[in-house]
């Protein structure tokens, strides 16, 4: 999910910042509900992002202020409190070592993937509408699949050395918890929790952004006595 880089603050702060550490944790009940919690750190780099914070613009673009990457947010929670199966959202803001954290419950993986499809389309206006046309979140009682819509990052192309060597420093663990054991999964570089419960895949956000695939993964689960 790593679109939510934009419906947080990425889309904000990515500008100022490389050095950052991203948590997607996806809770799933067996009737295909549960919750999705998603944590930006950047906090190594608030020193910088401070001192961009002080400017008027950066790279001919306008920097915005607190109060307004603050309304930005709010705006973007408010709209996906209203989103058909989310419910219980919360928000919270650190804005001394810019830490943000957002937790929801959803009624289904569908609604979920819908929800933030729904969020993202409208404040991209149409640039990657293309992107998130196929499903990146697929769930049956035996298996689960996520993966990356294919987004085109064309700054990354121009990154200084410095910013290079941030974003390697960095990143974003992708953990998806079960209330059944796991049988097996596709990611070579997933690992699984020793009550084989959950599965987390890490890579930083360099990588990541140059090859989206490598934290998709299709994670087969135990079939239940009942099934058997």
């Not at 987004?151 to 420093?169: G, H, P, Y």
């Amino acid at each position: 999910m790593k679109h939510l880089f934009s419906l947080l603050v990425i889309g904000l702060l990515f500008s100022m910042t490389s050095c950052l550490e991203i948590i997607d944790d996806l809770s799933l009940n067996g009737d295909g509900s549960g919750m999705f919690k998603y944590t930006v750190n950047m906090s190594s780099s608030k020193v910088k992002i401070n001192s961009y914070l002080a400017l008027d613009s950066l790279d001919g673009k306008k920097v915005p202020s607190i109060s307004e990457i603050t309304n930005h947010i709010d705006e973007l929670i408010d709209e996906l409190c209203t989103q058909e199966g989310i419910s219980n959202v919360t928000f919270d803001s650190d804005y001394n070592n810019f830490v943000f954290k957002l937790k929801l419950d959803f009624a289904s993986i569908d609604e979920l993937e819908e929800a933030i499809k729904a969020i993202v389309r409208k404040r991209s206006k149409g640039r990657v509408d293309q992107e998130l046309d196929h499903e990146w979140l697929t769930y049956s009682e035996s298996s689960l699949n996520r993966s990356i819509p294919r987004m085109n990052f064309e700054r990354t192309n121009n990154l200084k050395a410095d910013e290079i060597a941030d974003l390697k420093k960095g990143m974003y663990t992708s953990i998806t918890r079960f209330e059944s054991e796991v049988a097996s999964f596709d990611n070579e570089s997933a690992i699984v929790a020793k009550n084989k419960k959950a599965v987390m895949v890490r890579a930083n956000p360099y990588s990541l952004i140059r090859q989206t695939n490598l934290l998709d993964n299709t994670i087969y689960l135990e079939e239940s006595a009942e099934n058997e």
